[in-house]
């Protein structure tokens, strides 16, 4: 029971890993190459879910100064630009990872893994 | 795609998308948004234009060397931006320390060196973007000769 | 304020700088793209020099990106062993794009080449961000530019073994990063900091209050250095994607990227983490008998290649384990011996790079067996060879045998002598697959049958300054130990 | 009473999430598979801006989700479309 | 002379072989005529300089001079003491004979542009062995040696030759890999591995023995002890008959030096003795005895017999070095100066039988001794010292090698000693005897007579000429300077070893 409760304070946290997890999964199991690339974007989306979770106070406003020297309570700015950052890296991998499918696809003529171990095996 | 509607939605839609992103862009310092968001807004566009259209259309609103150059021109500016700095005595990428004028918070024109690297994060964003789909798409003559 | 008060990030300025403007260089200026890239790869070498200087004088110092301290500033550190690591990513960078220049116009595509003076730029440049940074965050976006540029390195040849090699590369080293940044992401939940000295003020408290996380963020930094760093049993990616690169790719992959990933994680263990942390989980055990288990496999897997880049890609994997090794056995002299053996490594595997590079330049052999008599005409490369295969096996005059006597005497010091054991047997393992080539090549000179076209000076000057190298290292390693030793005092 | 239903409408968020990675990973027909990917950007956005950091949200929806899509849909068109 | 003059001339004596190599590499493309003499002039010049060290090493001069420290405590230094000077000279007067007779011998064989720089190498590293100043030196000389003699050994390319010279590649890295493990050893436990301070370790522990024994592997592989042999009889054969006989009369030697190194001064007679390590030591001795000889006998190729006859006799140098009092340790030495000379020139021997006939195999080697009596008279006479014959320099070795057994009570290595010199007449004697008395056929007769007058040129014979006389006067002349060095070399170490 405390168990749960103590996931329950936590579920954002416990989402987070949930997801990098089931990401992870799939990019390492399953063979389509570009199921591959969705998959690692949800990976690092889930971290990016992690971070962002970690700078959030409750009831804490978006740390946008609208007018200067009031009291409100704001949450950490700093996880949220932080991640900017990792969402513009992971799309630039990702653009990269499909410039690189679809000219393995031009070779092989197939996006699935298996089948080009087995196309390389054969010559 | 050949689709009516997409086509005159996409074209009407276009601007509109432009000048948001443009927004965007020029306010990352005052409001959410940037020049990572804005740049994707603004390279988006054109994206789109080339998808509902045809890769003609589309290059001829940006054509891939002048996206290259203006994303190694985009990056450069940025490096330049942080030189500035150095330039003056103060640290690599230093703001007010460097003379960038400050301004009154909450105007457009404010917040120094952080408007000038988020108008060059912009461009480079945008014109990144451009590239990577120009990318990732050009296989289509190369591989359509092959076939 | 001086000038030289900013090298540290005038060098990432400068090189980050010249990778954007290489293409635009490349289209209109097309004679002075490359020695702009060396020009500015030296000047980069020169202000590290500058840095060993005054860091030999006024010991450790810090720099801040936009004059902000920390914890709101990116902040870079500068001390001995950053430097130390900081000159051989740029030296040795600087010494293969000397050899690329000659050996990139016969593997690429002339329109790429500006585009692979930008990636090499990259590569460089987040290298030395990463030996400088003193911010995990920043060190997370350094290794997905260097992951990038890494990948984009390889599969610029465009054939289907280079593509297909780089996208596995590039899947395995996401996983890495990710784990990294849920590591982080632990990390920073619990002290909220992300400069490693704010984070190691914080962290002590932490581990009492929140214990699994740590054990977590451990965990995860393990497996993200090891997939980068082709750790043995994530090592899977690295034989086709080192084999299948153009050779100066190769060089640079196997030489440098995978070296400063061991680099990092030493800094995570011994600057970020606190001491009762690596007393509490025996993390050091892990990565001790990890690459116990790689310097054995790697040179097992190496005997039975047929490809001679393979071969050298599977040595990596067997050479990078002394490196962790000296990590694993947690001593100042073993460690000394590990990042020595870094540095050689870098000299040694890069020139059979380019020695492998120059064999397929000249006569587009890459098979092992058809390699005989090739001494012959091919002297001093194959000279060359025998060096560095020398210094591989550890033989008495090449700087192998100094990182091997340091890992040996570290591993005696703390009581266990079976690492001195598993050292010695891989080098029997390396002898046993470098020699027949050696032999073979000077030996059978009547099998030799290929066209051969002449070696370029280019190409040659580079292996006569590295073939130098080996052997000043082996007979002069004085300096570099005594400073090495100075460096790791600072983490024990 | 908003506050409890503010909870509740994270916790389905969550549970979307969940349900839309796992999808992601059975579709077999790809381009569903990113449109499900779509959605699960868009999401992911909400959540952001229900923890107060909208600008992580707004770049989530044009960078994520937008231009993800975008890329991948390029990709699927010039390869196949089922797994 | 003095200490200053004698670094000058120990330097001179190690690089100035090493530095002609490329000079006779070049030469060689020109001249083959010059490359000869100037190959034998440097071995001459290394010769008598060797030989002016003479005075001072009888005084009781010892040099030990550290140049640069590699690492902290690890040095790179020379030692001239009355056991490195006797092998140097031993080693520098062989390697001067066997450059003389390669001459005409290498005149047949191709590859003389290569022979000849490797074999000047080969020395200049050999006599760096033994003049090093500390272990660490030692190895990197001994590594060089090991390493460059290979291209020695596979000269001829055959496909038995590589085979071999893989062997002993294979084993000489393992040999190498061991001894840098026993010098981390002993690094680690005393701080120094410099030859100039007595023993290093003073205490029998584990991982002393453990290091004992890395050294055991590592120098006994090059000495041919069992059962590290392997690759011996397969090299040694292979490679041309100037470097089989520099192979077995000279590097093997260099084992067999690196044990008495380890033994006084890496270790100590008392460390050696109150641990048993001398039992260790002694078993492998007599089994490498027994062994070499025997299966000696079973060889019916020439040069194989001899090879495993070098591993027979290298059993004795270990079996003084377990005994480790003064007689047995004369009787060491000794042997070594004596084994190199005989077993020398009845390498150059069956060199000249196969450069002159082309046989190799024993059972035709009848009445070869009516073709080429000199070369059979050499032959004959180092063969009868090798079995231990009264007034030869074998017998003098064996006799006082006895003698250290029976001081130490130990007949049973007497015991050994008989059977094996009764082996070594078993495997020697059937050589001899038909190439001198065997009768051929009566329609061969004619043309064994013909051929009666022909032996091999003075070039090839005088080396061999010069060896056999030395293995007789050495066992009967009252001045026999070989014997005193070995004396001198007892006390020497009996007395510590170091100063």
Known sequence: ?123 | MEDQIVRITSRLVTPFIQVYGIYVILHGHLSPGGGFSGGAIFGASLVLVALSFNLEVGAKQISHTTASVLESGGALGFVVTGLVGVAVGANFLANRGAGFPLGEAGELFSAGAIFIITAFLGVKVASTIVTLFYNIIEGEEKSGDAH | MELTNHFPALILAILLGISFLSPILYRWARKASAPALIASLFLALVMAVYLLVQVLQVGEFTYYMGGWPPPWGIEFKVNLLRVYMLLIVLAVSLWIMVYALKDLEHELKTEVMGWYYTLYALVVGSMAGMALTNDLFNLFVLMEICAISACAIISIKEDRACLEASFKYLILSAMGTGCFLLGVAMIYMVTGQMNYDLVNAALPEAVELYPNNMFAAAALFIVAFGTKAALFPLHVWLPDAHASAPSPSSAMLSGLVIKIYAFALFIMFYQLFPRSLLESIPLNEIVLWLSSMGIMFGSIFAMVQVDLKKMLAYSSIGQIGYVFLGIGLDDIIAMTGGFYHLLVHAIMKSMLFMCAGIIIYTTGIRQIKQLGGIGQVLPITMIAFTIGSASMIGIPGTGGLISKWYLALGALEIGRPIFVVIILASSLLNAVYYMPIIVNAFMQQEQFQHQVKPVPRKMLIPLIVGMAAIIFFGVFSRPAIVLLDEALALFF | MTEVLTEVLNALLLLFLIVCAIAVAQIRDMLSAVIVFASFGLIMAIVWQQLSSPDVAMVEAALGTGVTTLLLIAAISKTRRAE | MDEATAITVILVVIFFPIIMTPILMSVSDRSEKLRDILAVVTSAITFLLVLTLYPFVVRGGIVQHTFFEILPNLEISIRLDVLSFSLTAIASFIWLLSTIYSIDYMAKEHGGSRYYPVLMFTLGSCLGIFLAGDFFTLFVFFELMSLISYILVVHEETEEALKAGYKYLVMTIIGGLALFFGIIITFELGGTVSFGVGSIIEEGTLIAFLAFMCFLIGFGMKAGMFPLHVWLPDAHPVAPSPASALLSGVMLKTGAYGLFRVIFNAFSIEVMQTNNWDIVLGVLAVITILLGSAVALTQNDLKRRLAYSSVGMMGYVLLGLSVLNENAIIGAVFHIFCHAIMKSCLFLAAGAIIWKTGKRTISELGSIGREMPFTMACFSIAALAMIGIPPLSGFLSKWTLGLGALDANATFYVIVLLISSLLNALYYLPIIVPAFFEMVGDEEQGHALKLSVQDVPPKMLAPMIILAIFTVIFGLSPINVPFDLSQMTSDFLLKGGWF
């Not at chain 1, 950490?76 to 932080?82: A, D, F, I, K, T």
């Open chain 1, 1 to 123: 029971m405390e168990m749960l409760i103590k996931i329950a304070h936590n579920y954002y946290y416990m989402v987070a890993i949930l997801l990098f997890v089931i990401g992870m999964h799939t990019m390492l199991t399953h063979s389509n190459l570009i199921k591959k690339v969705i998959a690692m974007n949800i990976m690092d989306t889930s971290v990016f879910l992690m971070f962002v979770a970690t700078g959030y106070t409750y009831g804490g406003a978006a740390p946008i100064v609208t007018a200067p020297a009031n009291e409100v309570l704001y949450v950490n700015p700093l996880p949220g630009s932080l991640m900017l950052t990792g969402i513009v890296v992971a799309v630039s991998i990702t653009a990269y990872a499909l410039s690189l499918v679809v000219k393995i696809y031009r070779y092989y003529g197939t996006v699935d893994y298996d089948e080009i171990c087995l196309i390389r095996s054969r010559e």
